[in-house]
């Protein structure tokens, strides 16, 4: 049944993506939504109730102008660093403990954190991060590193699929 269901959901977003009803068009999407659903089916709903609670459907209303702030005020960020020499620009591997538990969750942190500039996810190994950033804070101490990377968004995302 959840596949049935997820197969639907893929659909209807491909009409809507297409805004087609030609039967060339049609036939590409039912044939790409059977293939998304059979190789990644379980990455998707858990359980047809989470995705429709409606506490969860608000805090990723909200969570979607809140990440895009925090993009636009790291854009800003690099864009300063860029153009004035004397900003510092210390690179480097930072290593944090994340506390999401669900791989959507690390997933949706490890994006959000590759989404702002200035900082890229290079690797997630179990509940640990390893983020690249351009201006390493707090030498040698690994929570105050990831909260200030990752605990702006985490907060909100563990209201999401948690």
């Known amino acids: 049944m959840r ?3 997820q197969f639907f959901v893929l659909f209807g977003l491909w009409l809507l993506l297409t805004w087609s009803l030609q039967p ?3 036939i590409a999407g039912a044939v ?3 293939i998304v659903v059979a190789l990644m089916g379980n990455m998707f ?3 047809a109730t989470n995705i429709l609670n409606p506490v969860r459907i ?3 209303l909200f969570y979607i102008p809140y990440l895009l702030w925090y993009i636009l005020w790291a854009n800003i960020d690099v ?3 860029v153009i004035n020499p004397s900003m510092p620009i210390r690179p480097g591997i930072v290593r944090f403990k994340t506390g999401l538990k669900t791989d959507m969750g690390k997933t949706f942190l490890a994006n959000s954190i590759t989404l702002t500039p200035g900082t890229l996810t290079v690797d997630i190994v179990g509940d640990e991060f390893f983020v690249h ?3 390493v804070k707090f030498d040698g101490d690994p929570k105050k590193q990831g909260e200030e990377i990752a605990g702006k968004f985490e907060r909100i995302i563990r209201r999401i699929f948690e």
């Open 45 to 47: 709903i858990q359980r």
């Open 133 to 135: 950033w351009i201006n």
């Open 24 to 26: 060339a068009d049609l």
């Open 32 to 34: 790409v939504s059977v």
């Open 58 to 60: 608000f805090w990723m």
């Open 3 to 5: 596949a049935f269901i």
């Open 79 to 81: 864009a300063y660093r």
